[in-house]
């Protein structure tokens, strides 16, 4: 009996010391729940099981929400935080101005710049003087490229805070904005120049081939063949066959003609000669006479004959000739046009080449700048949304007016 009387004591003294130490705590953090305190002594993880358990029991305060969100935020578990923000955002509306800052923030860190933008908005919305927001919103416009948009919400913060002590690095920073925006739209109107003088002369190219393919390749061809022709009627028949057709046809005729009035005197001179010889030796001269002309002699059949294989013969012969002209031609423009995309080519590798060291150059020489100006944005970034301060502490020095001259 007096060991369990021992017992019941001991336990009684372990639940007072527990509660001694719980007021203990409480006293400590004046107004906070266990969880809140917890937080505030650094201790994220336990912190955070205590706020949902007391969450979740009913034991919510105006903090609740926001310290569960901040509590995930610092143990890197952004998503658990976004969602705590929204569901103190659902549960305590009046509470929007604080939980839309830190989820911000916590887009921020997750480098989703435009929903950290969206966040901030909703921040300011719910209070206009709410600077921090206004300057956060600032760098997540820059961090997303939106560098007109940043410098107009720069230019505001500093105009409503002159005050502040990061106003001579705020202005800095728009100057670099300035001088980088003009320089943008100087490449943007230079590019679109040559974009479009590139356009204005291929399409005037086009425009030219379109012209010059209705009929000159044509003219040119036909004008050959007539000048050809014109120049020699049968140069290579004539080369090939020693001879025109038609004066042999004409000098075997005038032959004919000589060799038949040569005979009609032979004939006569021996008739005259011989005449007393009697009618024998007439007879065989006539005989001889004969069979001289029906040689020497062609029929018209055998001349039209003549004259149409002649003709075919070089009709054919014209044929094989243009026929070569032709194939020759044909080969001579497929390689010029072998050799034009050669050089054509050989001249636009040389151009990409020269434009892909541009295009790295311009690339590199932007993401440097880009880097300079997110690192500043980075180093203005307010995430200590506890008590509500601007973030000014432990900024990185940069030589802004140097780098970005």
Request: glycine content about 4%; charged content about 35%.
């Amino acid at each position: 009996m007096k060991i369990k009387v021992k017992v019941i004591l001991f336990t009684a003294f372990i639940f007072f010391a527990a509660y001694l130490s719980a007021q203990n705590s409480g006293a400590g953090n004046s107004g906070l729940s266990r969880g809140e305190s917890l937080f505030k002594e650094n201790n994220a993880k336990d912190a955070v099981q205590v706020l949902e358990y007391e969450i979740l029991n009913g034991q919510i305060s105006d903090n609740s929400y926001n310290f569960l969100g901040l509590g995930y935020y610092q143990l890197g578990e952004y998503d658990k935080s976004i969602d705590a923000f929204r569901r103190g955002m659902k549960a305590q509306p009046d509470n929007k101005k604080l939980l839309s800052y830190n989820m911000g923030n916590t887009y921020y860190a997750m480098k989703d710049y435009a929903s950290a933008v969206s966040s901030y908005s909703e921040a300011l919305n719910a209070d206009p003087l709410f600077y921090d927001a206004l300057l956060n919103r600032a760098n997540a416009l820059l961090m997303s490229g939106q560098l007109v948009s940043a410098k107009d919400d720069y230019i505001d913060f500093v105009n409503k805070c002159p005050d502040n002590p990061q106003r001579e690095r705020i202005e800095l920073l728009i100057k670099a904005l300035e001088e980088e925006i003009a320089r943008r739209e100087e490449e943007a109107r230079l590019l679109a120049e040559q974009n479009k003088a590139q356009w204005e002369e291929y399409d005037g190219n086009l425009n030219e081939k379109r012209k010059e393919s209705f009929s000159p390749d044509w003219e040119k061809v036909e004008a050959g063949i007539e000048n050809n022709k014109k120049a020699a009627e049968n140069p290579e028949w004539e080369r090939i066959n020693g001879e025109n057709p038609e004066a042999v046809v004409e000098n075997k005729t005038q032959e004919k003609i000589t060799a038949s009035d040569t005979e009609n005197e032979g004939t006569r001179v021996d008739w005259e000669e011989f005449e007393h010889d009697g009618s024998s030796s007439l007879a065989v001269s006539e005989e001889v006479v004969d069979d001289v002309e029906d040689w020497m002699t062609f029929s018209d059949d055998e001349l039209d004959e003549m004259k149409e294989l002649e003709k075919q013969s070089r009709e054919e012969h014209e044929k094989w000739l243009e026929e070569e002209r032709r194939r020759n031609q044909e080969l001579a423009n497929r390689e010029a046009k072998v050799r034009q995309k050669e050089q054509e080519a050989a001249l636009e590798d040389e151009r990409r080449l020269r434009e892909q060291l541009l295009e790295d150059m311009r690339k590199s020489e932007e993401e440097r700048r880009k880097k300079l100006l997110e690192d500043v944005a980075n180093s203005l970034q307010g995430s200590d949304s506890t008590n509500l301060t601007s973030g000014a502490e432990d900024l990185i020095e940069y030589d802004l007016e140097g780098e970005l001259d």
